[in-house]
């Protein structure tokens, strides 16, 4: 096991250097959280243990059998008249011991007036990003699970388009308690078949994520601390000519300090309601910092939160961010077993 570690990590070193942080990386798209308990997490999460395809869809080590013909359908609003949709689906196959899953996040925004440089208008256009992506995970030496996804990406902005492809791969490890688990992600790794006309290749979204979620024994809450980024230390973006007009200091790149170690970190935490209700709340360090407003206060930007209601032939799940001072996102997420609902693939 400590093999596989090593070379997955090594693998991961090894190209993280081809890969861009911030604004500078293509399908950026890449990087918004499918699931509302992700976003509920923070958008950042690579350990929390649930039975939810959703999560499955960032982490392919959290898919399991117990998501034997799980099926998702989720439905985001976004800002201004964004909307991004996401359809997910598992499948155990007992004969390989290996579970499988597909899915696909759609992102609709909207019909555009196309004009030239003059202002006339020459008709209209809807631009979409797109992902669609197959899975699969096996489990070993009993507490861990391993997985990989293969993603196929487009996106289309009128006669300008692009398409890639990526590999997200991680392995979680799960106590024989079920209170402790831990993972390590990488996600993102791959690059353009075609790109955009008129431009150069550009880097995916890569990232290197590790966390780990703490359940209590004896008390109803879960903890978890994700850390991302873990290529490069430092991933503040700093804009000197703004900081300069609007009076903010231009701190030193090389300078280790607390804001730069802690965009690094997301934590969350899960009440549980019994078996049936969930309750999630995290906070997003990096979100915060990055889109501060001046001096007039923050409010509860970098906050997210989630419910869910849990039975057995259905989930439903609710999740809320906050990426400006007032306003936030919602997402509504439905997960079914088909086999206990129509007998599909009945195990």
């Not at 034997?68 to 985001?76: E, L, S």
Request: aromatic share 14%; with cysteine.
């Amino acid at each position: 096991m400590k093999y596989r570690l090593c070379l997955l990590l090594f693998f991961a070193h090894s190209v993280a250097n081809a890969q861009t942080l911030g604004g500078g990386s293509v399908f950026s798209f890449l990087k918004l959280p499918a699931a509302p308990q992700l976003t509920a997490l923070g958008a950042v999460n690579t350990s929390q243990p649930s039975n939810d395809i959703g999560l499955a869809f960032n982490n392919p080590s959290l898919l399991t059998d117990q998501m034997h013909t799980q099926f998702t359908a989720v439905f985001n609003n976004y800002y201004s008249g964004v909307h991004v949709y996401h359809a997910a689906m598992g499948y155990h196959l007992d004969k390989f011991n290996t579970n499988i899953a597909y899915g696909l996040q759609y992102f609709d925004y909207g019909s555009i007036t196309a004009t030239d440089a003059s202002g006339n208008v020459l008709g209209q256009f809807r631009p979409v990003d797109w992902v669609m992506q197959v899975s699969a995970s096996h489990a070993f030496y009993e507490r861990w699970n391993a997985g990989a996804s293969l993603k196929y990406i487009h996106s289309a902005y009128d006669v300008y388009r692009s398409n890639g492809l990526a590999l997200d791969a991680g392995v979680h490890y799960k106590d024989s308690s079920g209170l402790f688990s831990a993972s390590l992600l990488v996600k993102n790794l791959g690059f353009q078949l075609k790109e955009y006309a008129g431009t150069r290749p550009d880097d995916l979204p890569f990232d290197l994520q590790v966390g780990f979620t703490k359940r209590l024994k004896d008390a109803p809450f879960s903890f978890s601390v994700t850390a991302h980024h873990l290529h490069q230390f430092n991933i503040r973006y700093s804009d000197t000519t703004y900081n300069n007009d609007n009076g903010y200091a231009n701190g030193s790149d090389k300078k280790i300090t607390l804001d730069k170690l802690f965009r690094h970190f997301v934590f969350a935490t899960t009440i549980y309601g019994g078996d049936k209700i969930e309750v999630t709340a995290a906070y997003n360090y990096l979100r915060r910092q990055e889109l501060k407003i001046g001096a007039g206060g923050n409010g509860i930007t970098g906050f997210s939160l989630g419910v869910a209601a849990l039975f057995p032939k259905l989930q439903i799940r609710y999740g809320r961010a906050w990426y400006q001072n007032a306003t936030g996102y919602n997402q509504l997420g439905v997960n079914m077993r088909l086999d206990r609902l129509v007998g599909l693939g009945k195990r």
